[in-house]
């Protein structure tokens, strides 16, 4: 069974950059398209973007200006950058693969979660 | 985007009851509907996807119906660890979006 781990800083200054980390475990990275999906507290789920392994993007446009997601199939890792935060960037961070054929795109396996805090 | 919308918001039933959550895609998305339960301080975990399949180890207690713009959950009889917030989403296209989630309560 895969497992996914996110990783990073649980507390960020407004206006610098978030970066977060996915480790998937259990399997290869290969194959699949990884998706992070966002959740401020106390609210509901926001896609923020995915990344097939072979490096292809696809973002969210009301945080394209601002998101960069790559992969490193080398360490079988993949990652989040997210510039110019604000306050309304705190939330709780998922990892996800994201399963096509008979899944349609379903996303069937999930990391724990890490916070995110943009304060001074 | 498509957005989707689910009904209720919340709900309180018995131990036993039959429950129903409805969500409604704006615009047709064939089956590609997922629903997700999260139980509190948890990530969400993959129930139904293709709107009707039943993700493997998932109880049998747990169905969805429906297609085009239209779909259901249901849980047939209502357990104790079924409290949790159940959310569709759709894979059609990108954006990828999320229902608002139904918090499903214990009477």
């Known amino acids: 069974q895969v497992q996914l781990q996110e990783s990073g800083p649980g507390l960020v200054k407004p206006s610098e950059t978030l970066s977060l980390t996915c480790t998937v475990s259990?399997?290869?990275?290969?194959?699949?398209?990884w998706s992070w999906i966002r959740q401020p507290p106390g609210k509901g789920l926001e896609w923020i973007g995915y990344?097939?392994?072979?490096?292809?993007?696809n973002y969210n446009p009301s945080l394209k200006s601002r998101l960069t997601i790559s992969v490193d199939r080398s360490k079988n890792q993949f990652s989040l950058k997210l510039t110019s935060v604000t306050a309304a960037d705190t939330a709780v961070y998922y990892c996800?693969?994201?399963?096509?054929?008979?899944?349609?795109?379903?996303?069937?396996?999930w990391g724990q979660g890490t916070l995110v805090t943009v304060s001074s | 985007d498509i957005q989707m919308t689910q009904s209720p918001s919340s709900l309180s039933a018995s131990l036993g009851d039959r429950v129903t959550i409805t969500c409604r895609a704006s615009?047709?998305?064939?089956?590609?509907l997922s629903w997700y339960q999260q139980k509190p301080g948890k990530a969400p975990k993959l129930l139904i996807y293709?709107?009707?399949s039943l993700q493997s180890g998932v109880p049998s207690r747990f169905s969805g119906s429906g297609s085009g713009t239209d779909f259901t959950l249901t849980i047939s009889s209502l357990q104790p660890e079924d409290l949790a917030t159940y959310y569709c989403?759709?894979?059609?296209?990108?954006?990828?979006?999320f229902g608002q989630g139904t918090k499903v309560e214990i009477k």
């Open positions: 293709a709107a009707s």
């Open positions: 989403q759709q894979s059609y296209n990108t954006p990828r979006t």
């Open positions: 615009q047709n998305i064939d089956n590609f």
């Open positions: 259990g399997g290869s990275i290969s194959g699949y398209y």
């Open positions: 990344i097939y392994y072979s490096g292809s993007t």
């Open positions: 996800a693969r994201m399963v096509y054929g008979d899944y349609k795109g379903s996303f069937d396996n």
